[in-house]
């Protein structure tokens, strides 16, 4: 079983349209997580970190349940500019060698 | 967040031939980390490199394959040894800023091996 996982979409939502991702990891030790955005041809960029209080910055809400263990993303009025890979990222130790990376959802904002 | 510059940013190997991909970071940082990317899949760690001692493999992955140096506490390589086309891949580096728990990434080298 794969340590994170995330349907891979592609997700295809036109303009200010609100879209989730959804996002489950297996080990139930897991001690931080984030939101990653990768564009196509660059490197993983950090989104947003994800607490168990939920967390919002700007259009993006990022929610966490250590119960079901899944990771949430919401994006609210959607742009163009929000097209890219979202990866879903959970760190299982409490030093930085033990990130795993979910495979990514696609979105696409179309005019 | 940390400022990382890889080089080199792309390359077209032959088989047999081995790479080394260089990363700097603009400041000092104690853990670096080189993943690799395959075409249309998430990222996976090769290992971890730590100055001063020697680098910490992942499963699936060997030193005679992957060789890495950290000489000191901004810089690290990655060779790539005894290429073969299954290694094309984007192969990245990272760090994690002591305390913030979040991986930074270098732009990434393109390697494609024919």
Do not use: H
């Amino acid at each position: 079983r794969k340590e994170v996982e995330q349907d891979p979409g592609p997700f295809n939502v036109p303009e200010g349209a609100t879209v989730a991702f959804n996002c489950t990891y297996s080990n139930s030790a897991s001690q931080s997580f984030f939101w990653y955005r990768q564009d196509c041809r660059k490197e993983p960029k950090l989104l947003m970190s994800v607490y168990s209080s939920g967390n919002e910055d700007g259009r993006f809400t990022a929610q966490l349940n250590r119960a079901s263990q899944y990771i949430s993303l919401l994006i609210r009025d959607s742009k163009l500019s929000d097209s890219a890979t979202y990866l879903c990222v959970v760190n299982i130790g409490n030093t930085g060698n033990q990130f795993y990376f979910g495979t990514g959802t696609s979105l696409t904002v179309i005019p | 967040s940390a400022v990382i510059s890889q080089k080199p940013s792309r390359d077209i190997c032959q088989r047999g031939t081995s790479l080394t991909i260089q990363c700097q970071v603009d400041s000092q940082v104690t853990m670096m980390f080189w993943y690799r990317q395959q075409p249309g899949q998430s990222l996976t760690l090769i290992a971890t490199a730590n100055q001063g001692s020697e680098a910490t493999y992942e499963s699936g992955f060997v030193i005679d394959k992957f060789p890495i140096s950290r000489p000191n506490l901004t810089f690290s390589t990655l060779t790539v040894s005894n290429m073969s086309p299954e290694d094309s891949s984007i192969y990245l580096c990272s760090v994690d800023r002591t305390g913030k728990e979040t991986q930074y990434f270098g732009p990434g080298t393109r390697l494609l091996v024919l």
